[in-house]
C-alpha cells in the first residue's frame, strides 16, 4: 500500500494486488486522513452493500449501469460517480473489463451538504 509519500500508484500497479487471498476483486492502495483510495474489479456481480462514508468513484475501464439511490445511470470509462454514505449503490450488466477508483474520505455518516 502506498503512503501519503507516495504520490503515484498506477492502475497497473494497483491491478497487480488483486484478487486478494480471499479472491475478493478490491484492495487499498493509498491512504492519507480520511482518504482511503481502492482499486475495484468485480467480474460477474457487484455485491456492494451500503458503505458509512462518502465515496468516489473513477471508471477507468468498462461500461455498464450505475445503481445510486434508486437511479440507474450509465457509465463508461473517465465518469465520475458520487455516492453520499448510506446510500444503496451498484454496479450492474457491466462489462467484463470494470476497472474504478474508489475514494472514501471524510467522517463516518458523510459530510454534510452544503
Not at 83 to 97: I, K, L, N, Q, T
Amino acid at each position: 500500500m502506498s503512503n501519503a509519500h507516495e504520490q503515484k500508484v498506477t492502475v497497473a500497479e494497483a491491478l497487480r494486488k488483486l484478487p486478494r487471498p480471499g479472491g475478493e476483486r478490491f484492495a487499498t492502495v493509498f491512504e492519507h486522513g480520511t482518504l482511503d483510495v481502492e482499486i475495484y474489479a468485480p467480474r460477474s456481480e457487484d455485491l456492494q452493500t451500503p458503505h458509512t462514508r462518502d465515496e468516489v468513484y473513477i471508471v477507468v475501464e468498462g461500461e455498464g449501469f450505475f445503481l445510486n439511490g434508486g437511479v440507474r445511470l450509465p457509465f463508461g470509462p473517465g465518469d465520475f460517480l458520487f455516492v453520499p454514505a448510506g446510500v444503496e449503490h451498484r454496479f450492474m450488466d457491466f462489462s467484463d473489463d470494470l476497472v474504478v477508483w474508489v475514494m472514501f474520505y471524510g467522517p463516518e455518516g458523510g459530510e454534510n451538504p452544503t
